[in-house]
Every structure is written in structure tokens, then in C-alpha cells.
């Protein structure tokens, strides 16, 4: 579902444009950070299918959504979150 909604938010974005994703951050093992590992609980027990994902994982819907120019940031007010933006290519000349 969250691919789908990151290929929709991509076709839907003008050329140019970005799309951005924000999530808790989470190590590709998942060993942690604490703060993510315990949101991912908190998701696994009171959604149908919720997860925090890995950075990686967020990398490569933008990828596969055909978004360009990705960007990995930080937060100073939330430290324990990761922001990943990629930008829809302009269409050929």
C-alpha cells in the first residue's frame, strides 16, 4: 500500500515538483533507534498492516516511482525522524 501511495503521490506531483516522505527512523536490521522500534510495535498492534520502514525502504519507492535527485534530511525538532525527497523528472524534449 505504501508503494502504491508513493507512485500515486509521484504521478500526481507536477514535473518538477517533490514528493516528500517523513517517517520515524529505523535501522535497516532494526535494531533501533528505541523510538522507532517501539512506534512499529505500537503499529503492529493496533493497525491491520502498520510498520515503520527502514530508509532504504523509503529510498526505493521514491525510486520506483521514478523520482530523481533524492535527498535524505534530518529534523533538529525531531531527531528520532527521517525525511527522504525526490523530485519528478522533467519530461524529454
Not at 38 to 64: C, K, S
Request: aromatic residues 4%.
Amino acid at each position: 500500500m505504501c508503494a502504491r501511495l508513493v507512485t500515486a503521490a509521484a504521478r500526481a506531483v507536477a514535473p518538477g515538483g517533490v514528493v516528500v516522505l517523513k517517517d520515524l527512523r529505523i535501522d535497516d536490521d532494526r535494531a533501533g533507534p528505541i523510538e522507532g522500534l517501539l512506534f512499529a510495535l505500537n503499529m503492529a498492534i493496533y493497525t491491520e498492516a502498520g510498520d515503520v520502514y527502514p530508509t532504504a525502504q523509503l529510498r526505493r519507492w521514491l525510486i520506483e516511482a521514478g523520482l530523481v535527485d533524492l535527498a535524505e534530511r534530518r529534523l533538529a525538532a525531531a531527531p528520532d525522524a527521517i525525511v527522504i525527497s525526490g523530485r519528478r523528472p522533467a519530461p524529454p524534449r
